[in-house]
């Protein structure tokens, strides 16, 4: 298993959404094609602590957004190389009577549980940033730092919308 650690950010909104794409990734590489000896991969990306995300937004400098944007990227290129073994998988057994449905059982049931994990950790990241972004109009933060935290906020919310077009390219290829 390879676990990425962005402790600097220490984001737990995000860290459930990348830990949800991280199990959707498991549970669509752990198929039948793949128990003949291919090894099962899994991301962690563990973001951080509990609390307030505008108070973690605010603890950002430059260098955290562009390691949380980075880390965030990692997590979208290995969902994309998920979808390349999932299309792999479809090749391994398209000669094999049978293996065709087994894996399409296999597929849909990884997107059945990973579906809502997505959808739910994606609404409660968006509720948690507008909540951030609502604070901190009245936050005693100087001039500076509003700007920068509104910058991170952004940065956050164009991330995570990424991370969204990735998981539901995932989604996409468990389907077909």
Known sequence: MKTATLSATRLD???R???AGAALCAMSLSTPAYAGGKADREVVINIGKDGDLLEQLIELDAAGIEEMR???AEARVEIA???GEIED???EVAGIPGARIVLKIAFASARAGAR???DEALAEARVEIDKAEVD???AAVSAEERVETEHAIKVLRTELDALEDSLASLMDALRA
Request: avoid cysteine; charged fraction near 25%.
């Open 13 to 15: 909104l995000v860290s």
């Open 17 to 19: 959404l990348a830990l």
């Open 70 to 72: 980075a880390e965030i």
């Open 81 to 83: 190389e998920a979808i």
């Open 89 to 91: 998988a479809r090749e």
């Open 116 to 118: 809502a994990a997505v």
């Open 136 to 138: 901190l109009k009245t």
